[in-house]
Nanobody, 122 residues
Framework: QVQFVESGGGLVQPGGSLRLSCAATETISSIYVMAWYRQAPGKQREFLAAITSFGNTHYADSVKGRFTVSRDGAKNTIYLEMNGLQPEDTAVYYC????????????????WGQGTQVTVSS
């Protein structure tokens, strides 16, 4: 099963930006939908953004307009560009395969990596 390695997290001030990367250990060409999730302390893991192999995207309302997901098939990597970060964005960020783009009931289908910590604080 393909594994994912997330990176790019760190400490950023409110209003700042970060770019996260998710590198797959195998080709993602056969994975139709890839997605980003996050889990804040004491909260359930939540969906953030998804992208198909054709470049179609779907975002959670909480990040729409601030986060941008992209995909580089040649590098087997997806990215999450995050702007306007706020303290409530503090969480561990993960990527995973997803069963659908925006269909109700879509969810993660692969194995979870270690994630990358994003902390937004002044």
């Amino acid at each position: 099963q393909v594994q994912f390695v997330e990176s790019g997290g760190g400490l950023v001030q409110p209003g700042g930006s970060l770019r996260l990367s998710c590198a797959a250990t195998e080709t993602i060409s056969s994975i139709y939908v890839m997605a980003w999730y996050r889990q804040a302390p004491g909260k359930q893991r939540e969906f953030l953004a998804a992208i198909t192999s054709f470049g179609n995207t779907h975002y959670a309302d909480s990040v729409k307009g601030r986060f941008t997901v992209s995909r580089d098939g040649a590098k087997n990597t997806i990215y999450l560009e995050m702007n306007g970060l706020q303290p409530e964005d503090t969480a561990v960020y993960y990527c995973n395969e997803r069963s659908g783009l925006s269909r109700r009931g879509s969810g993660p289908t692969g194995s979870w990596g270690q994630g990358t910590q994003v902390t937004v604080s002044s």
